[in-house]
């Protein structure tokens, strides 16, 4: 928000606040510089499924909205829904190339159009556009009045500088965010609400009626120690200890032992560590087991990650070793296992994580969620706050062995 002369100049999420901030909120002229963009003229093909089709009711005309949502809601489909319901050219954020390549699919299937692509190597814009973030801002001034839509998926990841910048070159008058997890570990989400509206008036579908539904699937969680202990002191010696953690024969030994266990009978895994070196040693010695790895990670191109992906879709190997970049996006419902080997407290980021099992699939049989625990310094703090943080999610029934 800021002043310009007799104006303030601000985001139309601020509106409540900018009255309230006035002796005379009546005298309050509010001008509206927002655009309609040209029509779209799409069918959405598909089906809904019941919790799609009644938020889609409940967006009805608001202007802005947020939508909170579970992964493996099927919050792609419902924001291509909502695009042909509203009929007006559309800009799509989405914040990786995995979820830019997958958006696109999804538009061809169930809207029968080729979107422009803003990023993974291409520059285009159209009535429909899937743009990342940074390709997006580069090109702000052929988007900023063209577009009536703005659709940001993964939406609590836009407390991002980029992500603000965008928000306040583009003009288009219906806003609508989605995320599976409406919060921010650094407190960032009120600068979103500026641009999408409170968080007090997001639609939300609830977990609970999800599962009955079956449209997701209860998760159960298994604490696995590791017995991993070092010497801690204070926070200097945090980056230490994790080095060590990822090196210790005796830690990795339990994490590939289980990792084996698991990954029979044609259960397939993810196996998720945040640093590539580990992950990679992780992946060679469970070929070693004779187990089919394949590995998606930020060092990879988007062809060799989109090609591991794909595996692990078809079911060609047992286990999906990734990187943070698997922590969104990632719709293989073939997942019944995800085994956590990084250390975090973060809980978006951890219910994310668990939710790239939850979705269902015949034959499927149980989704389990494996915490590798340790006991050094503020990593036992760390594994009991996740263990919190699943209770809170979920049902109590659905953990294991947790004390």
């Known amino acids: 928000m800021r002043v310009v002369g007799d104006r303030v100049i601000a985001g139309r999420g601020m509106w409540p606040d900018v009255r309230r901030a006035f002796v005379d909120p009546a005298r309050v002229e509010r001008i509206d510089v927002t655009v309609l963009g040209e029509p779209l003229n799409v069918t959405f093909r598909g089906e809904l499924r019941p919790v799609q089709a009644r938020i889609l009711t409940d967006l009805g005309e608001r202007r802005l909205a947020l939508v909170s949502a ?168 945090w980056p230490g200890l994790v080095d060590q953690l990822y090196q210790d024969d005796a830690r990795n030994a339990v994490i590939r032992d289980c990792v084996a266990r698991e990954c029979t009978g044609g259960v397939v895994g993810l196996l998720l560590c945040e640093r590539i070196q580990p992950l990679e040693r992780h992946a060679e010695a469970l070929r070693a087991r004779g187990l089919r790895v394949a590995v998606v990670h930020g060092g990879l191109s988007t062809i060799e990650r989109a090609t591991a992906i794909e595996a692990a879709r078809a079911g060609d190997v047992e286990v999906l070793a990734g990187s943070s970049v698997a922590d969104i996006g990632l719709d293989i419902p073939r997942l019944a296992r995800v085994f956590l080997t990084s250390p975090t407290r973060a809980w978006p980021r951890f219910v994310q994580r668990i939710g790239r099992i939850c979705r269902p699939l015949e034959g499927k049989g149980a989704a389990i969620v494996l915490d590798f625990v340790d006991d050094a310094g503020p990593l036992r703090a760390q594994g009991r706050a996740r263990a919190e943080a699943f209770a809170r999610e979920w049902p109590s029934p659905t953990l294991q062995g947790v004390a």
Not at 117 to 136: F, H, K, N
Not at 166 to 194: C, K, Q, Y
Not at 207 to 215: K, P
Request: glycine residues 10%; hydrophobic residues 45%; charged residues 20%.
């Open 70 to 237: 579970p992964p493996g809601t099927g919050k792609t489909a419902l924001l291509l829904a909502w695009i042909a319901k509203c009929g007006r050219s559309a800009l799509v954020i989405v914040p990786t190339i995995e979820l830019l390549r997958q958006t696109a699919r999804e538009a061809e299937r169930f809207l029968g159009v080729r979107a422009s692509i803003l990023g993974d190597g291409s520059a285009e814009i159209g009535s429909l556009t899937i743009a990342t973030p940074r390709s997006a801002l580069a090109h702000v001034e052929a988007l900023g009045g063209r577009f009536g839509l703005l659709v940001v998926d993964e939406l609590h990841l836009a407390g991002a500088d980029t992500y603000l910048r965008l928000f306040e070159r583009i003009d288009a008058r219906f806003r609508l965010g989605l995320s599976g997890t409406m919060a921010r570990p650094d407190g960032r989400f009120p600068l979103v609400e500026a641009h999408f509206g409170s968080l007090a008036s997001a639609i939300v579908a609830e977990r609970a009626d999800l599962e009955s539904e079956g449209v997701l699937v209860a998760p159960s969680y298994q604490p696995v120690p590791t017995g991993f202990r070092a010497a801690y002191r204070n926070a200097g010696d």
